[in-house]
């Protein structure tokens, strides 16, 4: 192993020992369609997340989030395959996982042990730890840095394991000697199974999602009253979808429900406090109780 290799050893090593499956390496550079992107964002695609269209220039360079960025590092954290799920059979998206921490609070709180690494292995670095939340282009650098391919549901694929994880970054001013990434070619072929599956047809077609038409967005960001019809489409999942990671034949691992939630009557009975005790520290509380009762509403009308 030369003196190059060393950093890089020792971070993939200490990221696996973390429960990371795959950790990546690139140069702060324009992200992979970004031009997509702003074409995307022209036509206003983005639903009532006017926040996506904010602050362009810094997704465009990741050195803006983090001046003097030399590498960023893309990690990505196994959730689980298992559906979280109600008494009465409701359903949410998988990467709630139940009642569990935030994914948020977790990932950061991982992201800090391979920050200390790099500050012991680069004395004086900086770093900045962007879990979902920072105006970064997470996918592109995800393919960027070599982790996955691009699904036509536009979700990263990772070769052998699939679509079921979140990804976390980590912006350094150490540079940190990695060989430059090959980013994957789409393995899709033929396949069009998300495309057909998904039930408002928000995949309009292979590599273009339309949020303001998805479940997903419906579920969980949306303000405002749900379509009558949306109940019946939403097949009993009331936070979030995962109908177009379920039908991928990347993702082997299908998992079984798990009675993890409170019931929907619990819920619907829940006040403010009730609501804070429960799911404050999970991915539920960025939709607040209000948003959640209406979607238990529309499932239960299905």
């Known amino acids: 192993m030369t003196s190059d290799e060393y950093p890089v050893t020792l971070l993939r090593t200490r990221a696996e020992e973390l429960g ?14 970004f031009d997509s992107f702003l074409s995307w964002i022209s036509q206003k695609k983005y639903g009532q997340m006017s926040w996506i269209a904010r602050h362009v220039a810094l997704r465009e360079n990741p050195e803006r989030l983090l001046p003097g960025c030399k590498t960023v590092l893309t990690l990505a954290y196994p959730y689980s395959a298992d559906i979280p799920t109600t008494a009465e059979g409701l359903r949410a998206a998988r990467y709630t996982e139940g009642l569990n921490e935030d ?6 709180r991982l992201g800090r042990e391979i920050e200390n690494l790099i500050s012991h292995l680069f004395p004086g ?14 996918r ?23 679509s079921y994880f979140y990804l976390a970054e980590i912006l350094t ?95 619907l009975d829940m006040d403010e406090p009730g609501f804070r ?7 539920f509380a960025r939709a607040g109780l209000i948003k959640i009762k209406q979607d238990i509403r529309a499932a239960l009308l299905k």
């Open 103 to 108: 994914y948020h609070l977790r990932l950061k």
């Open 277 to 283: 005790r429960t799911f404050g520290k999970t991915a």
């Open 173 to 267: 001013t150490a540079f940190i000697p990695h060989q430059k990434p090959k980013p994957l070619e789409s393995q899709c072929g033929t396949c069009t199974r998300c495309l057909d599956a998904c039930p408002t047809r928000a995949l309009e077609r292979p590599y273009r999602h339309n949020p303001g038409n998805c479940l997903s967005y419906l579920t969980v960001e949306y303000k405002g009253p749900l379509r009558q019809d949306t109940g019946k489409l939403m097949g009993g999942c009331f936070f979030g979808c995962d109908i177009c990671q379920e039908v991928c034949p990347f993702n082997k691992r299908k998992g079984m429900t798990s009675t993890s939630l409170p019931s929907a009557k619990e819920i």
């Open 125 to 138: 670095s900086k770093s900045r730890i962007c879990v979902d939340s920072a105006p970064l282009m997470e």
């Open 20 to 33: 990371f499956i795959a950790i990546g390496f690139t140069l702060p550079c324009r992200p992979p369609f």
């Open 140 to 162: 592109s650098l995800a393919f960027a840095s070599g982790l996955g391919f691009f699904g036509k549901n536009n979700m990263v694929i990772i070769p052998g394991y699939g």
